[in-house]
C-alpha cells in the first residue's frame, strides 16, 4: 500500500464504488460497526437480523428498516451522493436507504435490497410494492400499514416483509454477478463508508486489484494495516471532503481541459 495520498486523475474513466454506511451517516443514518455502530453496540438486535428468525423478526424488520426509509425521505442525499452522481460512478451498495438514487446516480446495484420496498415472505412469489412516502401515523413503525404496505400478500395471502437481504440469505439474483462484471472492468475501484467486512461485498475490492484496477479505501477511521492487503491507497478523510473535492477537479478539468491535473 502507498503512502502517497491518491486523487483522482483525468485518465481515471471507469469508476467502481462500492459505498457503505459510512457514506449515509452524515444524512443521520447510523453505521453499524466502528464508533457510534448499531450492530456495536445492539448485539441483539445484529442478531434479530438473521434469517432463521422469521417470521416472528418482521415487526423488529419493519420498525427498523422502516426508520432507514423514513429517515433517508427526509434528510436526502449528502454531499457523497451528490459526488458520486457528478463522477458518474457505477455504485455498488451495501445500503438500503436509495439516496444514490435520490442524488441522480442511474447506474446503482443494490447489494443488500431497498428499504423502500416490500416483497413478499413466499420466495416462490414475485409481488413487490414500494412503501409510501406519505405514512400513517396511527399505525405504529413496525406494522407495515404505517407505510401503506398491506400485511398480507394480495396476490398469496402470504406475510409482507421488507425487502432486505438478512444475515444467511442470498443477495438477490443477478445483482452479485452484475457488480463482480464491472469490478473486473474498472480503472479505479473505491471503497467508501465500509468497513469492508461482509462477504460477498468485501470480496469485490480484491476482485477489482486482481483485475488490474487502483483499489482506494475512503474511510477516516480505517484500520489501515488490516487493509493494506486489500487497497493499494487508505484515504483516512471523510469521504465527503475527498469525494466532493474530486467531483469539482472533474467539473473544472472539463471545462478548461488544459487545467494541468496537478
Ligand atoms: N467517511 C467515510 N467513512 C466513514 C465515515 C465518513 N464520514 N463515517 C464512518 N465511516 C466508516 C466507518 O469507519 C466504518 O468503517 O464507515 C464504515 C461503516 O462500516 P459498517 O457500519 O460496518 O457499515 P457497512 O460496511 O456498510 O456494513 C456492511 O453489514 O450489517 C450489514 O447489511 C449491513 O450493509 C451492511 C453491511
Request: glycine residues 8%; proline residues 7%; charged residues 20%.
Amino acid at each position: 500500500m502507498s503512502n502517497r495520498q491518491f486523487e483522482l486523475r483525468p485518465h481515471h474513466e471507469r469508476v467502481v464504488a462500492l459505498t457503505g454506511a459510512g457514506l449515509s451517516a452524515a444524512a443521520g443514518l447510523a453505521t453499524f460497526r466502528g464508533p457510534g455502530g448499531i450492530w456495536d453496540e445492539n448485539p441483539d438486535l445484529e442478531a434479530a437480523m438473521d434469517v432463521d428468525r422469521l417470521p416472528e423478526n418482521l415487526p423488529l424488520l419493519w420498525r427498523v428498516w422502516g426508520s432507514v426509509f423514513e429517515k433517508a425521505l427526509i434528510a436526502g442525499p449528502t454531499p457523497g451522493h451528490r459526488a458520486l452522481a457528478a463522477l458518474e460512478a457505477k455504485i455498488l451498495t451495501q445500503n438500503v436507504d436509495g439516496l444514490h438514487q435520490f442524488a441522480g446516480s442511474h447506474d446503482v446495484d443494490e447489494l443488500h435490497g431497498s428499504a423502500a420496498q416490500a416483497v413478499c415472505l413466499n420466495h416462490e412469489c414475485q409481488w413487490r410494492a414500494y412503501l409510501a412516502v406519505h405514512l400513517d401515523e396511527s399505525r405504529d413503525p413496525s406494522d407495515p400499514a404505517h407505510y401503506g404496505i398491506p400485511h398480507k400478500c394480495p396476490a398469496c395471502g402470504a406475510p409482507t416483509r421488507p425487502d432486505i437481504v438478512l444475515f444467511g440469505e442470498m443477495l438477490p439474483t443477478g445483482v452479485l454477478e452484475h457488480s463482480e462484471n464491472a469490478t473486473r472492468n474498472c480503472d479505479v475501484f473505491l471503497a467508501v463508508g465500509t468497513s469492508n467486512t461482509v462477504a460477498p461485498a468485501a470480496l469485490l475490492a480484491p476482485l477489482a486489484r486482481a483485475c488490474g484496477a487502483v483499489t482506494v479505501c475512503i474511510d477516516p477511521y480505517a484500520d489501515s494495516a488490516r487493509l493494506a492487503g486489500v487497497f493499494d491507497y487508505v484515504v483516512r478523510e471523510d469521504a465527503h471532503t475527498v469525494l466532493t473535492r474530486w467531483a469539482d477537479r472533474r467539473l473544472r478539468e472539463k471545462r478548461n481541459p488544459f487545467l494541468d491535473p496537478f
